[in-house]
């Protein structure tokens, strides 16, 4: 069972937008930054968001991310068919000796 | 470029030790948090812990603590994940990710992955 708490899997077509949310706590999303990962089927996991809201070199501004309290979201504007990849969220808790918490993560299908 | 290059894909039986690697290159191994992330292939990500190179300070999350030992070789920037008697819960997908200079940091780099089965 995952620390963080995201939806299993959000859905939506071509240009839509979507939203993936991540809920956490007070000693977690509440106190420190939220990262993105996106990874696709059979490789390794890539940074998408960090800090909250900022983008590495590369990564489309479709792609944006907030937090309010101890929740976090992912918004992805102008769908893309190459969006379709599972989104894992993540921030640190070092109240309890677990120090980096991931989401369950949420699979994005693009229909 | 950075480049965590991971070694290959392990077979072992419950009970054996084993220890994987991650070798890297690109930036000054001695600067950064490294560690290892688990994932059961169709399942979530699971952070197991950290070293720091220049001091080898050592983070490991609660879920691990005990159960695995993270080191690195400093002369070769070499991080290395060591389990003592492996259980067939073991099985899974490591792989290596580079943090930034604070542990806090995110994940900036990941390794390819590897494969760990443990079957009797």
């Known amino acids: 069972q995952s620390v963080l708490t995201q939806p299993p899997s959000v859905s939506g077509t071509p240009g839509q937008s979507v939203t993936i949310s991540c809920s956490g706590s007070s000693s977690d999303i509440g106190r420190y930054a939220v990262n993105w990962y996106q990874q696709f089927p059979g490789t390794a996991p890539k940074l998408l968001i960090y800090?909250?809201?900022k983008r590495p070199s590369g990564v489309p501004d479709r792609f944006s991310g907030s937090k309010s309290g101890t929740s976090a979201s992912l918004a992805i504007t102008g769908l893309q068919s190459e969006d379709e990849a599972d989104y894992y969220c993540a921030s640190w808790d070092d109240s309890r000796n677990v120090y980096v918490v991931f989401g369950g993560g949420t699979k994005l299908t693009v229909l | 470029d950075v480049q965590l290059v991971q070694s290959a894909a392990e077979v072992k039986k419950p009970g054996e030790s084993l220890e994987i690697s991650c070798q890297t290159s690109g930036f000054l191994f001695t600067d950064y948090w490294i560690g290892w992330v688990r994932q059961v292939p169709g399942k979530g990500l699971e952070w197991m812990g950290i070293?720091?190179?220049?001091?080898?300070?050592?983070k490991y999350s609660s879920s691990f603590q005990g159960q695995v030992t993270i080191l690195v070789d400093t002369s070769i920037n070499t991080a290395y994940l060591q389990w003592k008697s492996l259980k067939a819960s073991d099985s899974a997908i490591y792989y290596c990710a580079r943090h930034g200079l604070a542990a806090a940091d995110p994940i900036s780099y990941w390794g390819q992955g590897t494969l760990v089965t443990v079957s009797s």
């Open positions: 800090e909250t809201f």
């Open positions: 070293i720091h190179p220049g001091d080898f300070g050592v």
